[in-house]
């Protein structure tokens, strides 16, 4: 591998090995975002798909099934599952949080309707149904079904305990798989089991899988109170803003004394926030050590992701796998 | 049979006649709609699913499937896929149409807020995803993956279609197998499948559910322009006024000249309704027949659908099921 290829992001390595099947996706995708009678459906995912997302989701079934061998057709259908499951989330995400911006554009209800989100993201979870079925095979039906479910759970979950003091590790790590680690855990399990892979390399896609999304989920939070604008793409502080209950805050809230805990309260819970709380917040968060031991635990996930991929036999895109659960982590490590 | 039982509404002899198949459908239910962590969940479900619905479409999976001599225990599981498919489709409905009563009840956007309802409903999609995977069969993986996709294409269809004067019959009877005849001749189907059917068995059932799902729909537009409050449980004139394009209006529409055009634009498309535009649609409605065509169509789809049940063999729950026929369009007979 030359010096410019070596300096690429892993997933433009990725994307770059698998660009053939990566095609194949893309058409398969295109071809079952149409509707011949209802053109909203179309324009609405287009919007969303087309926007230039990392296709991080498809491509880690591709890697998965590619990595065990596979030579079939399916990986291409599972592939669009995920990725129209993805999307069909974004556009509920972004009604439920009234999101007027996703990746830099205006979102589908702002530039529609919430009615149009609501329902074309169904429409895209029947397509993703549709598109799971055909491979035939029931393991990898199971699979996708229950990863469905866990996002929804996830996603309701954290409704409740977003901005709720007693949200502790446990829960938040429910929140977490649901938000992301449950659909990255699906695709490379599934992509495993596609390609008829044995028990062992299945549970160590599923372990990288599920791995790699807590740790990709965990960076996020660690930023959003220590990086740069620049580096995260929205504003130091909008978690807190948002009053979201994220990792460095259960931490801090954990190790809260009387006085800390009645701030927690207030501007988290409710939601009373003056001018200097941000501040204040990140002044608990360093004198707990919260940032630090969020970023160590985001840290013992990819290198939990890494060390799964060890039962899996020596290939280039297994090493591109493991480049991919460092580069996660590398904005904080 | 007695002469009480014969005098009961078919739905409550089938109701009677499957109670131990809908007692096991009910806890299953109540099982699925469980989540240990996100309490909102059984809350909403809850609501909804324990307000007194008929339960028509579990009842069709179970009829279908014991019609068809079946003695497993997966027609429980397909009979609550769909109660969970249509609750969830009612949750969404409500917040596409901003609705704040159903069933004489505050709706659940309402109770709650919109997140819950969207993300309660995604999560019961996706239970009913688990659900559908259970039996292991994939024809009625087939058939359940292609009605909800079906269903959602539909609603979007509506959203766009319902206050265009240029849909015409066929866009409406996508829009009303979407609402509708899909999740039904879905349910019957899929009971017919899982029982092991023959083709034509299969195919009798399927076509059964499709046209008594149309005739239910039919039936619901007629009353609206025609029927009584107390009948119809709801105003007559609401489908005016909500700018409804249902099926009396098309007929009404594709024989206006130019002035009751004109009149059509202004009260659908545009929405501009005044004091004794009601009175006027109706008079324009009664000048084409266009009421009285709609009738006949409502009675022409119950008819096809008992004529389907002819392939069946001779079982009383074939009859109650001619019988439910008959008694769906009785109101406008």
New interface residues.
């Given amino acids: 591998m030359g010096k410019m290829e070596a300096r690429q992001a892993p997933h433009d390595r990725l994307g770059s090995y698998l660009s053939a099947d990566m095609d194949a996706v893309n058409a398969l995708i295109r071809e079952r975002m149409a509707?011949e009678?209802?053109?909203?459906?179309p324009e609405v995912t287009a919007h969303l798909i087309e926007a230039g997302g990392k296709r991080l989701r498809p491509m880690l079934v591709l890697a998965a099934a590619r990595l065990c061998g596979y030579g079939g057709p399916y990986h291409v259908h599972l592939a669009a599952t995920v990725e129209f499951i993805h999307t069909a989330t974004l556009l509920?995400d972004d009604?439920?949080d009234e999101s007027r911006q996703r990746r830099g554009r205006p979102t589908a209800n702002l530039l529609w309707d919430?009615?149009?989100s609501?329902?074309?993201g169904?429409?895209l979870?029947?397509?993703s149904?549709?598109l799971m079925?055909e491979p035939?095979n029931?393991r990898v039906?199971?699979i996708l079904?229950?990863a469905?479910?866990t996002?929804?759970?996830g996603?309701?979950?954290q409704?409740?305990?977003a901005q709720d003091l007693r949200t502790d590790e446990g829960?938040y790590l429910?929140v977490v798989r649901g938000k992301t680690a449950a659909l990255f855990s699906a695709a490379t399990e599934a992509g495993a089991v596609i390609a008829g892979a044995s028990a062992a390399e299945v549970e160590a896609l599923r372990t990288y899988g599920d791995a790699l999304g807590i740790a990709f989920q965990i960076v996020d939070d660690v930023l959003d109170y220590g990086g740069t604008s620049a580096v995260i793409g929205k504003n130091v502080g909008d978690d807190f803003r948002e009053r979201k209950l994220t990792l460095p805050v259960i931490k801090a809230v954990a190790a809260a004394d009387a006085a800390e805990r009645a701030f927690w309260v207030r501007v988290i819970e409710k939601g009373q926030q003056a001018e200097g709380d941000l501040e204040q917040a990140m002044a608990l968060l360093a004198r707990h050590g919260a940032l630090e031991a969020t970023r160590a635990e985001a840290l013992f996930w990819a290198a939990k992701a890494k060390t799964a991929l060890m039962a899996l036999p020596g290939h280039e895109l297994r090493e591109m796998l493991a480049d991919l659960a460092d580069y996660v982590v590398a904005r904080v490590a």
């Avoid at 009678?37 to 459906?41: G, L, N, Q, S, T």
């Fill in positions: 509707s009678h209802a053109p909203r459906i509920h009604v439920v919430n009615k149009s609501v329902l074309v169904d429409y979870f029947a397509r149904f549709q079925v035939g029931m039906l199971d079904a229950n469905s479910a996002i929804a759970e996603e309701v979950l409704l409740t305990a829960i429910k």
